[in-house]
């Protein structure tokens, strides 16, 4: 898989306003109303990094989330960190 160049990345960007590009990755960072809903929307979204073999780069402080995508074999972000993404925010915005 390629990497995707920084204009293609902030054209996907546009679909995904909760998320941002910098550090050749992609990140976003959710706040749930307590450390409960944030690991469920945590467990939800691992099965679905299992089901896309992608996985994230995640912290998890009481009731915030922070996620940074990239895909590591291609040196950047690809098409597969904006699937992951848009699987995110499903899952998080069905949480709220």
Excluded at 1 to 23: G, Q, S, V
Excluded at 50 to 75: F, Q, R
């Amino acid at each position: 898989m390629k990497a995707l160049d920084k204009d293609t990345i902030e054209k996907n960007l546009l679909h995904l306003p909760d998320w941002e590009y910098y550090d050749n990755a992609i990140h976003a960072e959710f706040e749930f109303d307590n450390f409960k809903d944030c690991f469920s929307a945590m467990s939800r979204i691992a099965f679905e990094c299992e089901a896309l073999n992608h996985h994230p780069d995640w912290t998890n402080v009481y009731n915030v989330l922070t996620i940074s995508l990239t895909t590591h074999s291609a040196k950047g972000v690809t098409e597969k960190d904006f699937k992951l993404a848009e699987a995110i925010e499903f899952i998080v915005e069905v949480q709220e």
